[in-house]
């Protein structure tokens, strides 16, 4: 008889085993007393919880306080001179509704555009003033108060040779029907900013104390406190300050 068929006479399949079974692992002494031995996790007593999130606390305070310290300032901006780009309250020192800047001067080198807190040299000027830079050293300055406009010439060359350019400033708060107040500087014209020092001037251009003014003049940049990054309050206008160079 085949050996396929049963008893019947019927032909029957061959059984199947699981070829793919996975056969038992035997424990070995080492691995039953590192299961003995295992430390089970310590829970931590709610003082020591406490103790650790104080911990935590503590250290980012601490590097908060460092870093404005040694690399950012927060700074308010005060009176009207930046507007409309930056508001500084009613009150001639801010208020409630006064923009607040975060600022560095972490390898800061001035160019054009940037918008700066300086330290003016004069007792007149008891808390820094915020600014926006016009022009750096060697470039030369000129104006068109009639027109608002501001013409940069990159060197003393350039000048003599009539290669300057007009300033595209967006920022610039214009009062129609007036000209843009030449400060003390109208019958000093063109300007040479000196090796060091730049020219600055606020946004609202007729309602700003700045480089026009003889008491402050060309700004040293030993006296840049720092260039407005971002501005943090109000939070609706939450973002960077870019600057404008052109």
């Known amino acids: 008889m085949n050996e396929n068929e049963n008893d019947t006479g019927e032909d029957t399949e061959p059984e199947e085993t699981d070829v793919f079974e996975t056969p038992e692992i035997e424990k070995t002494q080492e691995m039953v007393d590192a299961e003995y031995f295992a430390p089970e996790a310590e829970k931590k007593s709610v003082p020591e919880e406490i103790f650790d999130w104080i911990e935590i606390f503590s250290s980012a305070l601490l590097t908060v306080i460092l870093l404005f310290t040694f690399i950012f300032r927060l700074v308010t901006v005060q009176g009207p001179s930046m507007e409309h780009t930056l508001h500084g309250g009613e009150k001639a020192y801010g208020d409630a509704t006064s923009d607040n800047l975060i600022i560095s001067n972490l390898f800061y080198t001035p160019k054009r555009g940037d918008i700066v807190v300086i330290q003016v040299p004069n007792p ?108 943090v309050f109000p939070f609706n206008k939450f973002g960077a300050l870019n600057s404008h160079d052109n």
């Open 124 to 231: 007149t000027f008891s808390t820094p003033i915020i600014k926006r830079v016009i022009a750096t050293e060697g470039q030369v300055i000129d104006f068109d108060f009639e027109k608002w406009e501001v013409i940069i010439y990159e060197n003393e060359e350039a000048y003599q040779n009539g290669n300057g350019r007009i300033l595209d400033e967006p920022y610039v708060n214009h009062e129609p029907g007036r000209h843009m107040d030449s400060g003390s500087i109208g019958d000093s014209l063109p300007v040479v900013v000196e090796e060091g020092k730049i020219f600055v001037m606020g946004d609202n251009r007729n309602h700003s104390s700045d480089s026009r003014d003889w008491r402050i003049g060309q700004v040293d940049v030993r006296n840049i406190v720092g260039r407005a990054l971002l501005r």
